[in-house]
């Protein structure tokens, strides 16, 4: 559901707040009162009618509310997390336009006074802060790209479930969705070491 290996530390710790966290994990202990439920004698085996399917139903909804109110959450925290990483993206630039010139300068430097050691220098110099801020940049921006659509590949994936018909294959569907959601939560609140 969301590449942790994209995204950074830092990011991943604003990203993953306890408003976050806890709605899945309540969804989680939800769900599997409702498998539970399901593996019951009276309901092995054969089809639910009536109340109990209703029943059933309506606490899976209540699963999925919960799942809502944690991907809201993450929303919020991924549009504060794209506005600070706005302020970095023109820092970087700003540091791209700057070595860009100091090798420029140390080109023209190298032309004017006909020196072939900064002249090189400075090429190797002016390729290298080009490519350096830019692949941070390309970083960012990826991303950027991964937190904003994990709540919509998240979504995707439950609304998948509530179009299934059998109330198993809800739960478990639900119940597969939620341990991956978890285990992405997990991996994003686990710190990293350099």
């Known amino acids: 559901m969301i590449d942790t290996r994209r995204i950074r530390p830092e990011t991943a710790q604003a990203l993953i707040q306890a408003d976050v966290v806890e709605p ?3 969804a989680m202990a939800e769900g599997e009162q409702v498998r539970s439920v399901l593996k019951t004698p009276q309901f092995c085996g054969r ?6 399917e209703d029943a059933i139903r309506a606490r899976m909804k209540e699963v999925k509310a919960g799942i809502e109110v944690s991907l809201e959450s993450f929303q919020a925290n991924a549009n504060r997390v794209i506005q ?9 630039i700003v540091l791209a336009i700057a070595l860009f010139g100091v090798g420029l300068f ?3 430097w190298g ?9 090189g220098g400075s090429a190797l110099f002016a390729g290298t802060a080009i490519l350096w801020p ?12 991964k937190i904003q659509t994990a709540p919509h ?14 109330l198993d294959d ?23 070491t350099p």
């Open 24 to 26: 899945v994990k309540r």
């Open 47 to 52: 089809g639910t009618t009536g109340g109990a």
């Open 84 to 92: 600070e990483n706005h302020r970095l993206k023109q820092i970087w």
């Open 106 to 108: 140390g080109l023209v």
């Open 111 to 119: 032309v004017v006074n006909d020196s072939k050691l900064i002249l």
């Open 134 to 145: 830019f692949n941070n940049l390309r970083r960012i921006r990826s991303e950027e790209i």
């Open 153 to 166: 590949r998240v979504r995707a994936g439950i609304n998948a479930c509530m179009a299934k018909q059998a």
């Open 170 to 192: 809800i739960a478990a569907c639900f119940d597969e969705n939620l341990k991956r959601l978890d285990r992405a939560f997990e991996e994003l609140r686990r710190p990293t």
